[in-house]
């Protein structure tokens, strides 16, 4: 996913915490001067909402966009002059912050530049001159997560207050935290449906299934779907938008009038954002002489247009009404063309 994309998702509350840090520095420009030869370091802390993100290695990619010297005054390097920096100061907002880390992470992916270094959440960051960064979590995934982080700026040395810092002396050795943002991962199930007998006197053999899925106690997805045969032979429809890491129970509710399950009618497996996870039924004649089929209603709607008003508020009065289209499929696999 590209940084400029995962800024515009990100949480703001990240941003306002983390870009406050450069505009604090600011406030203390009458302090002791900055050290300019001596090296900084970076050390990452996650808020803890998702254990999880604690057992996987979430690479960081840092970039340096300015220099600064004893004074505390930014120089923007060569590309990244349109951040401004040297412009900044106690009254620059945390959304002006947000800009210009958009702005830099911006520059460096159509630039293609690569990192003044590389690391890890867990190993932190190292021998870095003075100066602003651009720091770049990288998008992890678990089997069932995917997380996200917005990237922000950051200065080296930094000058913020703590208990451990109850001054307003330069701290050439800091510590950040990274904000995750969770989405789940989805898969699906394929149902594998085999007849191995089919009587042509009757028609269609019409098969029924129904899609339960639970995930930590509660059910995440629920559907039912069909398939027509016109013969012998194996077909397969696959279901998707099922959250990985769920339990889905996969049942046969309708066998056709003269065909009967051949085992068990009840499968169960679990979902993988990876692969498809896969069932299998296998179906026989059962030399009765009863027809029988079934219908897929399809429906599909469509939103109705947006008519903004002058001043930009929406008018639902100028709203035009959506419209639902109706039709009939054989079996579900026609749905899914």
């Known amino acids: 996913m590209k940084m400029k994309k995962r800024i515009k998702q990100g949480a703001g509350v990240a941003l306002a915490l983390m870009l406050a840090v450069p505009a604090v520095m600011y406030t203390a420009q009458a302090a002791v ?35 600064v010297d004893e004074k505390g005054d930014y120089e923007s390097l060569a590309g990244f002059e349109i951040l401004d920096l040297e412009n900044v100061d106690n ?7 947000e800009e210009k880390a958009a702005q830099a992470a911006q520059v460096i992916e159509e630039g293609n530049i690569a990192p003044t270094q590389r690391t890890t959440a867990e190993e932190g960051a190292e021998n870095l001159s003075p100066g ?46 990274l904000k995750p943002e969770q989405e789940i991962r989805y898969g699906s199930v394929r149902i594998n449906k085999t007849l191995d007998a089919y009587n042509a006197t009757l028609g269609g053999a019409s098969f029924i299934f ?14 039912v779907v069909s398939l027509v045969f016109d013969g012998p032979g194996t077909k397969s429809i696959e279901v998707g938008n099922i959250p990985a890491g769920a339990q889905v129970t996969v049942t046969e ?46 429906f599909d709607y469509t939103a109705p247009e947006e008519n903004d008003s002058e001043d930009g508020s929406q008018a639902a009065e100028n709203q035009t009404g959506g419209t639902w289209t109706w039709t009939q499929q054989t079996d579900s696999t026609d749905v899914q063309e």
């Open 33 to 67: 001067g900055i050290d300019t030869d001596r090296d900084c370091s970076v050390s990452f802390q996650l808020d803890g909402t998702f254990q999880e993100l604690d057992t996987l290695e979430i690479p960081v990619n840092l970039y340096q966009v300015a220099q």
């Open 91 to 97: 009254e620059t907002t945390a959304r002006e912050w």
């Open 132 to 177: 602003m960064y651009l720091v770049d979590a990288q998008q992890v995934q678990s089997p069932e997560y995917t997380y996200s982080f917005t990237p922000y700026l950051l200065s080296l040395p930094d000058n913020y207050y703590s208990d451990t810092n109850p001054d307003d002396s330069w701290i050439y050795d800091v510590t950040v935290g």
């Open 210 to 223: 129904s899609i339960e899925a639970v995930k930590d106690g509660e059910t995440v997805y629920s559907d």
């Open 253 to 298: 509710v309708y066998s056709g009038s003269s065909y009967q399950v051949v085992g068990d009618n009840v499968a169960t497996t679990v979902i993988s954002a990876e692969d498809p996870a896969e069932v299998s039924f296998v179906n026989t004649y059962d030399d009765e002489n009863n027809g029988g089929s079934s219908i897929v209603n399809h």
